[in-house]
């Protein structure tokens, strides 16, 4: 008969955020150690978690082991036997490991020739006696983003046991008996108040609540359906599901009944919604409200206060204006007593009136008059301060503008939007809500009558954070500021990135302390997009910038404290480094691999100019269907191929050609090549690509016609340079020779 | 509940679960970590139970008497108990039971917030506990301590007095606070936080580089003598000039007399202090050394 598997892990509170990983994980590390162990579950590990437990539980279970047979293999036979016939020392020797005599070993013919090998029988052992390697085995799997000394050791020989947070007791059912199991105390803490945690028949309910007897007590189960019946009766929701959806339908219901709705964008962007459920047990919301006054702080204000810093969802109207009204999600039963309400809307009361002496203190001081205090806030410890940074802003700022985008008209104002816009990193306000930095230095630029391009540029300048095309912010949120928001936008993520590739930065793995993989998206999202989000169309050479952005590092240092020495090794990193994300971006946005290899390998630049990298990328999707083009990219890896065989310089004249072929193809490359240039000055790449289709039945006839490898070497480079000729063409645009075709595939 | 009851009750209620009871240090500090009922004696294997309140000067905070909430100088009632207790929280929850907050009536919680003082080389992980969306407490289970590894690992109960009071009593202000009976926090504390803050800020009679001069000066000399007093093997003495520096570097900071890299210098100096005043005094109360004359 198959028995249920029932275990879970008692913690003090696990971090909210890390939950839904940590269940992910504690059910992959089951399902592979019970393979390991040889009891592969019949079935899923489904998992479960709250704050204070994760939970597994495997409904059927193999009652022993599979049981093993191995060959296990030895000595040569040759090397086995002495003439005599007798074992060898290494003959014997391998007997005695396995605890037999040399006559019970066999031959096995290896490519080797014949060895000597004993077959290893092993029979299952039950299921339960092997279930307590089980758990001290997935302890140790269970990886968390800090780990935890808790004075708690394993008996496997490898001490000390680190967690998330404390165990304090461990629910462990085989077939509704207890597997013996314990967490040993190191010998520095064991005492009275500090004791071995051993599994039991045992769980916990909510902290504070209970339909019967003590809240808090022990309470002895022997399934799966018992469990989780006991645990609804003591006021903990089992099922993460379960939580969220009472939580949204209480949000909703008080929301109707407050006149207005949650504020989805809010709910739903800042990740609230998704993180409430990790936070409780037994969710119950209540309803507040706060004074009217209020509404007159700037609305980001309010909502930043709600969400990230109280963890209330706010309310607005109909008409998606703020109402004086919150909701919290808290981890009781709501009994209608208003105590809980009332407290909280104290809390944010006091936290608002905070806000609200911060922001008239903090309008008190012009942002210019801050920028001086910038130079005694860190930005880098080997590039140096925000005072430096907002010097460099000013001027790559002014350059983006006038230089890259070819727009000068805006150049002072992206110039002082550059010089003004990290000065909200020493107002009061940015230095109590952290999320508002840019936002919070638009709004003040705005109450000091700074031009809306300005102060719009500032609020939107951390933006956009992801690469996707429709991430905010969009052409509708910056109106005028489009061209100066652009600007600094660049500015600002160019140069975090160059001075922290400068200061020796590099992002690898998970590892990405500065959060630079996201600056790069923001950055070549800009550029990818810059017709769209700022009506720019001309091309924009971010080689060049890069090496402005660089040089400014030098320029603005601040006394004592020059920039870190340029290495070409930084600057290939970074070259590569935006390779890759930029590889990322147009991944994310449906490119195939091949297509974004294509315009990778091409002469033209890549990250270089990553809006016409887009625009040939399109291209190619567009022409790709059509079956010259296909036909023309398998056609190119043998000129591309055989271009390389060149091996001198080019030749000017190609006077020894003769053969029709040949000469047929030289003819297409003169007519039909000029156009694909023309078409190609204009940025029609679309066109660019249909008319370089148009080579294949030309460049067909001349592989099938033409040997072009002969022994006359004058002959052979002429021919050469016709192929290295047509390959230079197109590999400029699109190294074709990548695409994947599907006359390949179906070969 | 008067803002002294409140610290009664606390101190019964430990006293009662085996902790001593102990005084303030009687030095300007940030937090109840700085004294050294808790920094040094979280160290080593030696078990210590011990609760305090500690005033704490945070002269960044300071705000003229003018902010509710935000004061220069705030009350912590520190708990250290090692090694922690298996039960720690449940007793916790106790200890705001016993000054009248029913855990069922409201919604506590705690969430994720870990603890890190550059300046002492220590970290912990724990929780800010929650109180009807107000955070009441530090929970923290100190992980690293003078740049030590802790075994056993003790953990740190750090109530915020002013805020519990403020809950109990139901006021908006701390200076509405009643401390005692017909005395408020204005009448005990206003004054101080006044001249505190513009003290903290600067707003001397002095020019603002004679100001930034003169504390870098006393900075540096607290920072020799404390050199001079660890070589001479007074490790308590030697801590007492490291928390010196630590705080006149504070009032530095909010004075804005600290460049950006100095700022990680200045931190850098006091941690290797503290480091070595860690290390000499494991060193010296390690089984076989004489008995401090600071033990019972």
């Keep these: 008969m198959d028995r249920e598997l029932l275990i879970e892990i008692g913690t003090e509170e696990l971090p909210a955020s890390w939950l839904p990983g940590l269940t992910r994980q504690f059910g992959e590390h089951i399902a592979a150690r019970l393979g390991a162990l040889r009891i ?118 490898r001490g000390e046991l680190t967690f998330g947070r404390p165990i304090r007791w461990i629910l462990f059912l085989y077939g509704g008996r207890v597997v013996p199991f314990a967490i040993g105390r190191s010998e520095a803490a064991r005492s009275g108040l500090v004791q071995e945690v051993r599994s039991a028949a045992v769980t916990y309910g909510h902290r504070f609540l209970a339909t019967s007897g003590r809240a808090g007590r022990a309470i002895k189960v022997r399934s799966f359906d018992e469990y989780r019946a006991r645990l609804v009766e003591n006021f903990v929701l ?106 909280c809307e104290r809390v944010l009361a006091a936290r608002l009136r905070d806000a609200q002496f911060f922001f008239e203190a903090d309008r008190r001081t012009r942002l210019e008059d801050r920028v001086p205090v910038l130079s005694t806030v860190l930005f880098h410890k080997k590039v140096g301060s925000y005072g430096a940074k907002a010097a460099r802003l000013e001027r790559l700022a002014r350059h983006c503008a006038a230089a890259a985008f070819g727009r000068p008209d805006v150049a002072d104002q992206a110039a002082t939007a550059g010089r003004l816009a990290k000065a909200d990193l020493v107002t009061d306000m940015v230095r109590e809500l952290t999320e508002l930095q840019g936002a919070m230095g638009g709004i003040y630029a705005r109450a000091e009558g700074l031009p809306e391009p300005i102060w719009r540029a500032i609020y939107h300048h951390y933006l956009p954070a992801a690469p ?101 090794a930084e600057e290939a990193d970074l070259t590569t480094f935006l390779e890759e994300r930029l590889r990322f971006l147009f991944q994310q946005r ?23 990298a887009r625009l040939r990328l399109e291209a190619i999707r567009l022409v790709r269907p059509s079956p010259d083009f296909e036909a023309l990219a398998v056609a190119f890896k043998r000129v591309k191929n055989l271009s390389r065989e060149l091996r001198v310089e080019p030749i000017e004249t190609l006077d020894r050609l003769a053969e029709p072929a040949e000469l047929a193809l030289l003819e297409e490359f003169r007519t039909r090549g000029g156009l694909v240039r023309q078409a190609a000055a204009r940025r029609d790449y679309a066109e660019a690509f249909r008319l370089a289709a ?54 | 509940m008067t803002f002294q009851d409140l610290i009664l009750k606390l101190s019964a209620f430990w006293a009662a679960h085996g902790c001593l009871i102990q005084q303030p240090i009687d030095l300007e500090v940030g937090a109840g970590t700085s004294h050294v009922e808790t920094f040094l004696r979280v160290l080593g294997p030696r078990p210590w139970s011990v609760a305090y309140v500690q005033p704490s000067r945070r002269p960044d905070d300071g705000r003229f008497g003018e902010n509710p ?112 009976p017909g005395v408020s926090y204005r009448d005990v504390r206003l004054r101080d936080e006044i001249e505190q803050s513009k003290y903290a800020f600067g707003q001397v009679n002095m020019p603002r580089e004679a100001f930034v001069a003169l504390h870098r000066e006393l900075f540096d000399r607290h920072h020799a003598f404390a050199r001079t007093l660890l070589d001479s093997g007074l490790v308590l003495p030697a801590y007492e000039q490291c928390l010196k520096c630590s705080h006149l570097f504070n009032v530095l900071d909010s004075a804005g007399g600290v460049g950006v890299t100095e700022r990680t210098a200045y931190i850098l100096k006091v941690r290797q202090l503290a480091v070595g005043v860690a290390q000499a005094y494991l060193q010296t109360t390690a089984p076989g050394a004489p008995e401090e004359a600071s033990d019972r």
């Design chain 1, 40 to 157: 592969p579950p019949d079935g899923p590990v489904e998992t479960y978690s709250t704050p204070r437990r994760l939970a597994a539980r495997v409904a059927r279970m193999p009652e022993r082991q599979a049981d093993v047979e191995e060959l296990l293999t030895g000595p040569a036979v040759a090397a086995a036997f002495k003439p005599t016939g007798e074992p060898t020392p290494a003959a014997a020797g391998f007997a005695r490991k396995h605890g037999v005599g040399v006559d019970a070993l066999e031959r096995v013919e290896t490519p080797k020739g014949p060895y000597l090998a004993y077959r290893r029988r092993e029979r299952g052992r039950a299921t339960a006696d092997v279930l307590p390697d089980l758990l001290g085995a997935v302890l140790r799997d269970m990886a968390f983003p800090k780990q935890m000394h808790w004075d708690a050791v394993l008996d496997d020989g």
């Design chain 1, 238 to 343: 089992l099922e993460r599901a379960e939580r969220h959806d009472k939580i949204a339908r209480e949000l909703d219901a008080h929301a109707q009944r407050l006149g207005g709705r949650v504020s989805s964008a809010a709910a739903v962007q800042s990740g609230l919604l998704d993180e409430v459920p990790d936070l409780v047990e037994y969710p119950s919301v209540v309803a507040g409200t706060f004074a009217p006054e209020f509404l007159s702080l700037p609305e980001e204000v309010l909502t930043t206060t709600m969400i990230h810093h109280q963890h209330f969802f706010p309310v607005v109207s109909a008409t998606g204006r703020l109402m004086p009204a919150f909701l919290a999600v808290t981890n009781t039963q709501a009994d209608g007593s208003r105590t809980i309400a009332r407290n």
């Design chain 1, 468 to 568: 996707e095309a429709d991430a905010p912010p969009s052409r509708a949120d910056l109106g005028e500021a489009a061209v100066t928001w652009a600007a600094l936008s660049v500015a600002d993520k160019l140069d975090t990135l160059v001075a922290s590739f400068a200061g020796g930065e590099r992002p690898t793995g998970t590892r990405d302390p500065y959060g630079l993989r996201r600056q790069a998206h923001g950055l070549l999202k800009v550029l990818v997009d810059l017709p769209e989000l700022a009506g720019i169309g001309a091309p924009v050479d971010l080689d060049a910038l890069r090496r402005r952005a660089r040089a400014l590092l030098d320029e603005c240092a601040e006394p004592g404290h020059a920039a870190p020495a340029a290495s070409p």
């Design chain 1, 590 to 612: 449906g490119f195939a691999y091949d297509e974004i290899n294509a315009v990778a390998g091409a002469r033209r630049a890549f990250t270089g100019d990553p809006h016409d």
């Design chain 1, 694 to 747: 148009g080579f294949r039945p030309a460049v067909d006839r001349f592989f099938t016609d033409v040997f072009v490898m002969v022994d006359d070497a004058a002959l052979r480079d002429q021919r050469l340079t016709l192929v290295w000729r047509l390959h230079e063409l197109v590999v400029e645009l699109a190294d074709i020779s990548e695409i994947v075709s599907q006359l390949e595939l179906n070969r």
């Design chain 2, 69 to 180: 909430n935000r004061l220069f100088k705030h009350h912590q009632f520190q708990v250290i108990l090692k090694p922690a207790p298996d039960e720690v929280q449940q007793t916790y929850l106790e200890s705001l039971e016993a000054c009248g907050i029913d855990p069922r009536q409201h919604d506590i919680r705690f969430e994720e917030d870990n603890w890190e003082s550059p300046t002492l080389g220590a970290w912990g992980i724990g929780w800010q506990v929650m109180l009807d969306g107000q955070e009441i407490t530090q929970f923290t289970y100190f992980q690293q301590v003078g740049g030590i590894d802790l075994s056993p690992v003790s953990a740190e109960i750090t109530y915020g007095l002013e805020r519990i009071a403020m809950f109990l009593q139901k006021v908006d202000s701390v200076y509405d606070l009643e401390w005692a």
